[in-house]
């Protein structure tokens, strides 16, 4: 069993920054894909930014060139660096691990982010 934790939402004015983490529990960290997913009122869970086990990473449209998928395994977190934030970037932030065998999926309890005008 792996547990997600995520730190570091909160209120911040449209153009600032944050930067969110994730730690995981357990010792198989490095072979997890982690992903980050986001949920504004009234709308779906909605990926955001993804990378694999490797350095490959995934960006969803609206936040590609303001965003930042990175990790680092020896601390078992994964990071999402947030810039040029703006309003519609308000929702509830989560982290998400897939195992490599895609039969296993985490989610952690969600950070709130929240972009004032």
């Known amino acids: 069993q792996v547990q997600l934790v995520e730190s570091g939402g909160g209120l911040v004015q449209a153009g600032g920054s944050l930067r969110l983490s994730c730690t995981a529990s357990?010792?198989?960290?490095?072979?997890?894909?982690m992903r980050w997913f986001r949920q504004a009122p009234g709308k779906e869970r909605a990926l955001v930014a993804s990378m694999n086990s490797g350095t490959s990473t995934y960006y969803a449209d609206s936040v590609k060139g303001r965003f930042t998928i990175s990790r680092d395994n020896a601390k078992n977190t994964v990071y999402l660096q947030m810039n040029s934030l703006k309003p519609e970037d308000t929702a509830v932030y989560y982290c998400n691990a897939v195992s490599s065998s895609f039969r296993n999926i985490y989610w952690g309890q969600g950070t709130q982010v929240t972009v004032s005008s």
């Open positions: 357990g010792r198989t960290f490095a072979t997890f894909a």
